[in-house]
């Protein structure tokens, strides 16, 4: 991301004064999809691209945003009770109240701001947007006395009560924790994680991105928590004894009981969601010995999951899943909340150049376009740039 170019763009739609520049940045996530709200562990990273935006207090109420990449501008009084509309203001509105909530005196603010994170690629350029500001808002108006766990949580609340995406916390997690060159391993019941060295020597990690495009709101995500959460009532339900809150509380005996009860689909999300618990633990395992093999074992396994019975896949993923697996691709998977976006690939060395080419040429053979193709570099979380 270019610091000159944000610069340049805020002086020109505001008073040519300049402010402070922040940046937060998007994730992968090697395995660990659809756990995080189900109390499981993930394995995320941020990446080197994300979300830069300059902010200067304007001495007003009200927050003037300036969106760079959709060149629209909106206004808000920060104690606007029902905020703005443009859905990307909405997320600058719900951290500002959200941090207003936290005890942030938030002042009027001008800003700019740019990302370079794919849009709709499973990459989070909404919680890099969301963790920005929340960082940016902690410093500027709150002497950084909110703890980092809480800009997180500042984050998921903006999507859930002004977007409307019941999310879990993976993504803000990661864009406010990441570090360059480590994986996190995060319980999301516990919050307890683990930073991992990620260094994988003759491994490339590689995303291919579809360019089929999802809007979360507007698919089922939202359903697939709620078979989920059918689950556990059902569980529960012929458990008094025991103590259940999400899928994590639950053993596969325990679901085999009430397969009847909830019926097939519900029974297969959950199944998919236990086996997923069980594939995380084993890449870290596999991690800390250095055993990518097992690694992209699981990674396959995973894809299956959510392909067949989660049921979050689509037919441009699963051919590009079927072409790694014919290039003798290590791993791969389809990335983030489903319905489109990228599959996420480790890569030999020697394997790299035949793969990218074989994908480029037979999917635009298919879908008459390329997807694009992103390599991963595990960068830092969000921080002040100057």
Known sequence: MDIEFVRSRFIKHFDGKTGNIYASPGRINLIGEHTDYNGGFVFPGAVDKGIMAEIRPNGLSTVIAYS????DKVEFKVDDP?????????????????????????????????????LGAGMSSSAALESCFAFALNDLFGGNKVSKWDLVLAGQATEHKYVGV????????????GQKGKLMRLDCRSREFEYFPFDPKGYKLVLLNSKVKHELKGSPYNDRRNSCENVVRAIAAAHP?????????????????????????DYKRAHFV????????????????????????????????LSKEYEVSCEELDFLNEIAKADGVTGSRIMGGGFGGC?????????????IADAKEKFAAKYGHEPVVIPVVIGDGSRKIC
């Open 68 to 71: 760079i990449d959709l060149k």
């Open 82 to 118: 029902v905020g703005p509309r443009a859905t990307w203001a909405r997320y600058i509105y719900g951290i500002v109240q959200e941090m207003r909530k936290l005890g942030v005196d938030v002042k009027g603010f001008n800003t700019a701001f740019a990302g370079d994170v794919p």
């Open 166 to 177: 019941n999310c879990g916390i993976m993504d803000q997690f990661a864009s406010v924790f």
């Open 241 to 265: 004894e025991g103590h259940f809150e999400t899928l994590r509380d639950c053993t596969w005996e325990q679901l085999d009981e009430v397969r009847a009860t909830v019926g097939e689909e």
């Open 274 to 305: 236990l086996g997923e618990k069980d594939r995380v633990l084993a890449v870290s395992d596999a991690l800390e010995k250095g055993d990518y093999e097992t690694v992209g074992q699981k990674m396959y396994e995973t894809h299956e999951g």
């Open 343 to 355: 599959t996420i690939n480790l890569v030999k060395d020697e394997v790299y150049d035949t793969f």
